[in-house]
């Protein structure tokens, strides 16, 4: 098959997980409230100082992105598992890896969808200032990237295994460590200043690793999709 | 009758074996499954594949569809290598399995559709239609698959193969849920197949119903196969063993 009969492919995966999505909205609704949830209590936690919460809020941010999106990719498969799908899936002709292509579009769009909403809740609860630069959303953007990228592609291995709610995170976590970091620090250089160094050299980083992340798991996808 | 005026190409088929297996062996953890499958399907053929509960018959469609790969062993499909062609042989089989596959919060019309695109083909709206009348789901379209009972649901992966119909048809449990009319519209399916040049392997505990349709039988016992009738003194083939019949059937088995 030519490269845009893949592309469609992986185009008509996205549609039937998003439109999916839409009719049910089951997901979308249990994602959002568990994510505003952990910020609420976040900010409980850390207590009335708004400098504290302004300084802690990179963090709690990312990592609520994090367990949001465990949730999500979760489900992502859980569907695909249902009545026997994914079977059916690997037997079409065509490149397999339009099904990661097509699951990672779903789950990206899925997951700047929650965060649209997610952070002027965190706005108002940390007391940030998201509106004095773009550069906020471009390191949300690109640490959302790195991360849906290695959740698609950890989630389908941990699909076919019985534990796989706890498997993911398992897989996942201790592989996100720098991406989270450059994340975190990249977003704390822009909303609150950073002595670790300006926010540029961590994007930079961020860029690197979402490249690294793509091309990896774009190659080995095939590997961990067969039973 | 179904319409098979969709097929393209079948006529076409190649004069090689459309299944080909030599010494396929699967294991699970450490169970031997299938323990050294070599057999040879002709195109033309429509062969039942017979067995116990857990004898390796659904373990061995997977492996023929590249769902699963074989532990030992080699096979070639059409010609195309089981291993380093899953691609080619994929193009050319179709499977309805246990599961049908289908996405319950999208409808008949959409499931087929997203199959349609899958296969890399354009979603032909009057194509869509036309397979969902042929299997008597076509007041169904716009009905999300959730509703469906599970005969339904069965129609509806028939349809899809409908669409697409493959040169080697594989076919797991094709009866189950299906009523009288379903099992016609199952065995129409597969003598269009083998009359355009195709091959069908049906693996069935219900032989009666297939009987209209397969030109010989394959065992799998022990996890190897055997080929033509079964042993008369089997303790799974009694007296009242649709395979008796089969005997008498002209141009049963072979």
Do not use: C
């Not at chain 2, 009758?1 to 699970?28: C, K, T, W």
């Not at chain 2, 009057?126 to 076509?138: H, K, P, S, Y």
Request: aromatic share 8%; hydrophobic share 50%.
């Amino acid at each position: 098959m030519s490269l845009s009969s893949e592309f469609a492919r992986a185009r008509a995966i996205a549609w039937k997980d998003l439109t999916a999505e839409r009719r049910t909205k089951a997901n979308f609704n249990a994602v959002l409230f568990f994510t505003a949830l952990i910020l609420l209590l976040f900010g409980f936690a850390l207590g009335p100082d708004q400098q504290a919460l302004r300084e802690a809020a990179a963090g709690v941010l990312w990592l609520t992105v994090l367990f949001g999106g465990v949730l999500s990719f979760n489900r992502s498969y859980e569907m695909e598992l249902e009545g026997g799908a994914l079977e059916a899936l690997l037997l079409y002709p065509g490149d397999r890896r339009a099904l990661f292509v097509g699951k990672l579009i779903a789950n990206l769009a899925f997951l700047v969808l929650i965060e649209v909403i997610l952070v002027p809740v965190a706005a108002i609860l940390y007391d940030l200032p998201l509106l004095s630069g773009g550069g906020f959303f471009g390191v949300l953007l690109l640490g959302t990237i790195g991360f849906v990228t290695l959740g698609t592609f950890y989630a389908a291995m941990a699909s076919r295994v019985r534990a796989r709610e706890v498997l993911l995170p398992l897989l996942l976590f201790p592989m996100l460590v720098p991406l989270l970091l450059s994340a975190v620090e990249a977003t704390k250089s822009l909303l609150v200043g950073n002595l670790m160094g300006d926010a540029s050299s961590w994007v930079r980083l961020l860029v690197v690793f979402d490249v690294i992340f793509l091309v990896a798991t774009f190659f080995a996808f095939e590997y961990v999709i067969e039973e | 009758m179904v319409d098979l005026s969709l097929a393209r190409g079948l006529d076409q088929a190649p004069a090689v074996p459309a299944v080909e297996l030599q010494g396929i062996a699967r294991r699970f953890a450490r169970r031997w499954v299938l323990r050294g499958i070599s057999i040879r399907v002709q195109p033309g053929e429509a062969v039942g594949l017979m067995g116990r509960n857990g004898s390796g018959k659904t373990t061995l469609l997977r492996i023929i569809s590249t769902a699963l790969s074989a532990t030992r062993g080699t096979g070639r499909i059409y010609g195309h290598d089981l291993l380093n062609d899953g691609a080619g042989v994929r193009e050319l089989v179709g499977v309805l399995g246990h599961a049908a596959g289908l996405y319950e919060d999208l409808t008949a019309m959409e499931n087929l559709r997203f199959a349609l695109r899958m296969a890399g083909r354009v979603a032909d709206r009057d194509q869509i239609r036309q397979a969902l009348v042929t299997v008597r789901l076509g007041h169904e379209e716009n009905e999300r698959v959730r509703n469906f009972s599970a005969g339904m649901r069965r129609r509806l992966g028939l349809a899809r193969l409908l669409m697409r119909p493959p040169q080697l048809l594989l076919l797991d449990e094709p009866y189950a849920a299906f009523d009288a009319d379903g099992v016609d519209l199952v065995n129409d399916f597969v003598r269009e197949t083998v009359r355009a040049g195709g091959a069908a392997l049906i693996s069935t505990h219900d032989l009666a119903r297939a009987l209209p349709v397969v030109t010989r039988v394959i065992r799998i016992v022990d996890g190897v196969a055997v080929d033509g009738p079964p042993p008369v003194a089997d303790g799974e083939d009694d007296e009242a063993s649709p395979l008796r019949d089969l005997r008498t059937v002209e141009g049963g088995l072979r």
